[in-house]
């Protein structure tokens, strides 16, 4: 089992910055591939970034160039960095951990921003 919290989302206007962090209940050096999905009102669930254990990052084409994941090995904790933030980028943001075979989901934070 892991448990996923999320904390940073909130509301920003367009061009401006949020920082997401997701703590995880085990060392995330663990975790096969851990990352941020975000679903906007009236749509599919759509993957932002991944890191795998190996460090290696995956972007979606909309966020590359503005969003940026990292982690903090010792803090059990993987962040999302976002900046020049778009009205299209609201959404409700989740954190995700596959470990062990098994995708778990945090709780979710939301990220309005506005035009």
């Known amino acids: 089992q892991v448990q996923l919290v999320e904390s940073g989302g909130g509301l920003v206007q367009a061009g401006g910055s949020l920082r997401l962090s997701c703590s995880a209940s085990v060392s995330v050096f663990r975790i096969n591939y851990m990352g941020w999905y975000r679903q906007a009102a009236g749509k599919q669930r759509e993957l932002v970034a991944n890191m795998h254990r190996s460090g290696s990052t995956n972007y979606a084409d909309s966020v590359k160039g503005r969003f940026t994941i990292s982690r903090d090995l010792a803090e059990r904790t993987m962040y999302l960095q976002m900046n020049s933030l778009k009205p299209e980028d609201t959404a409700v943001y989740y954190c995700?951990?596959?470990?062990?075979?098994?995708?778990?989901w945090g709780q979710g934070t939301q990220v309005t921003v506005s035009s």
């Open positions: 995700n951990a596959e470990y062990l075979a098994t995708d778990y």
